[in-house]
């Protein structure tokens, strides 16, 4: 992911320091984190910038075999290749963000976010990935480029576009700030409060922490007086290394001793498993946000736990 120019600024300084006239293919690539190789093998799209067919024949040829299989092409300047890729990153954002938004009204209104977004998904103009209501996007990708989009829209001073992408980073933002308010009105107060983060990866399924939104709410509830631990099944390593002012476990069961709330932050599919009778007799205080749906918040209130989930009334 580059900003737009790079390529023709690429080419421009090979050919002057080669003295030789070269070409250059702009192949941007969308992988899913955890799903890289399957993505390569079987992508939805293959975008050629090139600037002549020569270049593009050459690429084409090292696609052959995942052509064959009728992968769609889209072939292209330089600057429309490397705009798609932080458009298309944007465009997701903005879906997550939109789908958060509405979880607002509905947590106020009583309606089921998740239901709506069923429901949204099936208009096969919309679809159903990417509106799930939680903590909002992070990772190493959609946030960095969707600042990377806003400033080429601000660059270019194209407003509707900038504005836009703040109004997604600030209900982005938002979805943690909101955690805050719903575990202060459970505790009242969160000085002194041990509270336990069930994930630290920004998503399942990998240990990488950068820019996710567990870390953020970890590090609130930390500058609101409480004792931090955090749990993740892959991620705890990283998490002592880089975040060692934090307590990290790969336990669930180690994790909770004591705490006066837990907030599911990742959606390990292993926390749908977590017994809540059991549990409840680790901690101090049955209190729990489920910000990335993942449990049966009857079965928990069933055993005496006060459940909040995130976008629900």
């Not at 250059?24 to 067919?53: C, K, Y």
């Not at 052959?64 to 932080?86: M, Q, Y």
């Not at 975040?243 to 994790?255: G, I, M, N, T, Y």
Request: aromatic fraction near 6%; charge should be negative.
């Amino acid at each position: 992911t580059v900003p737009v120019g790079t390529a023709a600024a690429a080419l421009e300084l090979l050919n002057e320091t080669s003295g030789k006239k070269l070409h250059l293919v702009w192949n941007p690539e969308f992988l899913r984190e955890g799903h890289a190789v399957a993505d390569t093998m079987r992508p939805d799209r293959v975008v050629i910038g090139r600037q002549n067919s020569f270049a593009e024949a050459v690429l084409r040829d090292c696609y052959r075999e995942i052509l064959n299989l009728g992968t769609p092409v889209v072939t292209c300047d330089f600057e429309t290749a490397e705009l798609v890729k932080v458009a298309a990153n944007a465009f997701l954002a903005t879906k997550i963000s939109f789908i958060n938004a509405i979880a607002e009204v509905a947590e106020s209104t009583g309606a089921d976010t998740e239901l709506i977004a069923d429901a949204l998904g099936l208009d096969d103009r919309i679809g159903r990935k990417f509106l799930n209501n939680g903590l909002g996007y992070g990772g190493g990708c959609l946030p960095k480029d969707t600042r990377s989009l806003k400033s080429i829209a601000a660059k270019h001073q194209t407003r509707g576009l900038s504005d836009l992408l703040d109004s997604v980073e600030s209900i982005n933002a938002g979805r943690k700030t909101r955690v805050i308010e719903l575990a202060k009105a459970q505790l009242n107060d969160l000085a002194g409060k041990r509270v336990v983060i069930l994930g630290a990866a920004f998503k399942p399924n990998t240990d990488d922490i950068r820019d996710s939104p567990a870390i953020e709410i970890a590090e609130l509830f930390a500058s609101h007086g409480a004792s931090v631990a955090i749990q993740d099944e892959m991620a705890s390593r990283v998490v002592a290394e880089e975040l060692p002012h934090f307590d990290s476990f790969d336990a669930v069961e180690k994790a909770v001793v004591g705490a006066d709330m837990l907030v599911i932050a990742t959606e390990w599919a292993s926390y749908s498993t977590i017994a809540p009778k059991e549990l409840g007799e680790l901690v101090s205080e049955k209190n729990i946000i489920v910000a990335r749906k993942s449990i049966d918040p009857r079965l928990w209130s069933d055993y005496g736990w006060n459940v909040k989930i995130l976008g629900h009334g």
